[in-house]
């Protein structure tokens, strides 16, 4: 059987006063952890910072490397405005900085290794956002763009794009991100590596071109008008998702519109160009995925060589996946 070791009353008040201590230490770690955390915090403050952009501007770039949300608003003000809020440490606050060049102000950002809820506002006059062409460089948070503006040009490295309003012409790219669309647009043009596109209630005058390497595609258009030189949807991993105009309700809007306000109830002619009759030609294919074309949009099938597009203004619409299922039908 095991021997039974005798300790004395003298080791094991020793014995307890390490156990004591031990458990002291144990306890005290996450206390002085935080006590060190809180006391550094107490170094931190919030930052804020604004600064005009000069009058004459219409192109304003943002050149960013850091994790900043951006949001771009119109404004009943005569000043456009940028405005960074933040929180960092005292000794080391990041600067806003804003540098006209040849008509382009430039906004930068110095980068921080520590500057946490950082966020710029950016506010441009409705009397000029029409003719201002926004250019997002880089930059790791999200974009969020609302207003009439010109051009839009995103390319970000991570986070979000979302658009919604009236422009002219709008060109996204992201490394990782979902992008988002809605309003009205000249066209689209949109790359995601990984990521969702997402476009609701579009209403879109020229033309539509939208990929993802990885990531879905889920368009969704309005009845007022319809892409004239057409549509072009390619996913490689990824199902796609597009409910088209109705043809007869565009070419009903685009009528009225042509005739004008009065609508030639007074005998006078107002010059409204004809509108012609409009056909899609739709061409879907999925390498390894279903293709479902609604069945009210079966004859605009170009594999079947339609000939009802003899004499119409034909829109061309091209849907392909290597991975994932295809879904076309009219809203």
Known sequence: MPATVLVNQSARTGLRAVLVIAAAIVLLIPIAISVAHGASRLDYTKVESSEQLA?????????LDTGASITVRTTDADTATVTMTGVGPRDDVPQLRVEETNGESVVTVDDRKVFENARIDVAIPKATSKDTNLTFAGGLGEVDVRGEFNDVKADTDAGSVSLEGDFEKVQTTTDWGQTRFKGSFGSIEAKSD??????????????????????SIDLDFSNEMVPTSGITVKAYEGKINLRLPRLDLVKEHMSAEAAGPDDGRDGSDDGGAEVKDLFYRINATSNQGSVDLAKDLEKYDASKDPKDAEGKAVIPVSVTADTGAITIDQN
Not at 203 to 215: I, L, P, W
């Open 55 to 63: 009058a004459s501007a219409r192109d304003v770039r943002f050149s």
């Open 194 to 215: 990984v990521g969702t596109l997402e476009g609701t209630d579009l209403k879109v005058r020229d033309r539509v071109d939208a990929t993802t390497s990885t990531g």
